[in-house]
């Protein structure tokens, strides 16, 4: 005998003051995807660069500094707490750009690309000053597949290679089996080919648990349905780790199922034909075809505000070849996403409304790694 089992309370997804809570206590403390190293103002591939990115309303900086090492610090100046680049929330952060150092532009305290204080002006004299005691204050940052990943657990000082190694295997961890999963998959190289952004009036909750069910996609996705039968099952019997077939004949993420473009080399023959997918918590989802990978990455803001990055990924040689067109993908994945984030808009409405208190999983959905499992031991809470 099977039950439908409780989804979490309306108040996790609309009530602001529960939003501040869990974004300081989970979603600060989670290893955060902030996109591919080389696109979405990061391009920190090269030494001696700086990017301003954002976590869930935290403003950081993202450097390569004169040795190549990867580093990421709070946007606040040592000394009076101004952003050391300002940047007002409510406006894209700047573009990347080269850098030699960090001059905060209120009294002219300037730090070195590794976080080092090197010049804080009229402090000569004072004798029990210590530059080494006035670093940027940093967070760990690690890469996994051509993405980085923020953690804003403080490391002060600044992290040793040995604290640096036990960073990345945190990161491994929280990755969990996914990676040996999509481990065939070139991820490391591939390269953006389109990108598709949306802003999306949704608790980004609402879109974890959209994507990590197919119970919707008979009524939702009837395009989708077509070329992944499987899906209008409404998500029982799908055997994700040997990939989701596609129908006879197709064997990619586009309207008609193929692509002139070849499959990635490597690939074992099911995923040569069929689809995968994976949700990273907490903010990375991956669709994962033979020629392309769709990447969702999710910036939450407020309760019910997601701006969502859609790149897909495609092989290098494949974007440098004379005539590359990704528009039969991403004609496909747009469409695709407008009817998810239309009907996640929709349950963040139906949420608000005094008629809902708490929502309910079927047996076909509590088989995937509902929200639930993952939220409440981050937040110390009982399931409802």
Known sequence: MVSLQAALPASFYIDEAHWRRERDAVLHGEWFCVGRLSTHGLAVGADQRLAVVNVAGESLLVTRDGDGRLRAFFNVCRHRGSQVVPVDPALDPPAPCGAAALRCPYHSWTYDLDGRLLRAPHTEDVSDFEPADFGLKSVSAETWGGFLFLRLVPEWPAPSSASSASSASGLLESLGAATERISRYPLDSLTVGATLTYDVRANYKVILENYNECYHCAGVHPELVRLVPAFGRGGTGLDWESGIPHR??????????????????????????????????????????????????????????????????????????????????????????????????SVQRGMSSRGFTQGWFAPMEDASLDIRRWLLPRLGSAAP
Not at 251 to 258: H, I, K, L, R, V
Not at 328 to 340: E, G, M, R
């Open 248 to 345: 006879a004949g197709a064997w990619t993420f586009t309207a008609s199922g193929t692509s002139a473009r070849a499959p990635f080399p490597g690939l074992d023959a099911d995923e040569q034909v069929r689809h995968k997918g994976e949700l990273l918590y907490p903010n990375l989802l991956l669709s994962l075809s033979a020629d392309h990978v769709a990447a969702f990455t999710l910036f939450p803001s407020a309760a019910g505000e997601t701006r969502i990055i859609c790149d897909l990924l495609f092989a290098p040689d494949e974007v440098a070849r004379d005539g590359f067109d990704p528009s039969d993908a991403a004609d496909f994945w747009h469409l695709v996403n407008q009817q998810d984030w239309a009907i996640c808009e």
